[in-house]
Structures are given as C-alpha cells and as structure tokens.
C-alpha cells in the first residue's frame, strides 16, 4: 500500500520543541522532494517547508531560524524539526510530495500530488 504516515505530533509548551515524522511506504522517496503543509482552523493550507532529492530546502518566511527539513533515505523517512514552537503554529501538519525531484515555488498545495493523513500540532500554555 502506497502511502505516508505523518507522527510525532502532539501539545507543547510556547518555546518548546516537536519533532514531526514522515515516513513513507510502499514507495522510496529518495528521489522525490517532500514538503510539509500546515493548516490552522479556518484558515487555508499552506506550505512551510520544503526539501529536494540532493537535500536543498526551503522555508516560508515565518518558520525561518525555527523550523530543520531534513531526510533520512534510508529510514525512507522526512523529518521537520520544529523548535520555538508559538501558539500560531498551531495546526494539522501534512507532508505531501510534488512526485518529482525538486520541490515546485510557490509551495502550493495544488502543486502536490500524494499527501499524508496529518498529524496535530498544538502550541499552548
């Protein structure tokens, strides 16, 4: 079976720190770039991170100095590390594929092809 399988998520303290999993099976996504989306209650999907099959990663501008996009291939894995977590990053976190090698800009979410279930983020006191 196809498919990604989003963890990690979970609630956390303003300023703490969350790790997110993506681990995808029944493909390799060695050669694929692997984004994650986010999307807060009543508000559009939008893309925040980003990484290419040779590892160059982007970022939107509000995760900047926060947020890590790394890949471990043989793990078949995509990792997001989320540090200085703010109550605004409170969402439902998606990784998704654009099926091919390089992550497309903007980082829309018409622009994916496969996505995962999601996984809760929540960032409150």
């Known amino acids: 079976q196809v498919q990604f399988v989003e963890s990690g998520g979970g609630l956390v303290q303003p300023g703490g720190s969350l790790r997110l999993s993506c681990a995808a099976s029944g493909f390799t996504l060695s050669y694929l770039g692997i984004a994650w989306f986010r999307q807060a209650p009543g508000k559009e999907r939008e893309g925040v991170s980003c990484?290419?099959?040779?590892?160059?990663?982007y970022y939107t501008d509000s995760v900047k100095g926060r947020f890590t996009i790394s890949r471990d291939n043989a793990k078949n894995t995509v990792y997001l590390q989320m540090d200085s977590l703010k109550p605004e990053d409170t969402a439902v976190y998606y990784c998704a594929t654009p099926a091919r090698a390089n992550c497309p800009h903007p980082l829309e979410p018409s622009t994916q092809s496969f996505w995962g279930q999601g996984t809760q983020v929540t960032v409150s006191s």
């Open positions: 990484i290419n099959s040779d590892r160059s990663t």
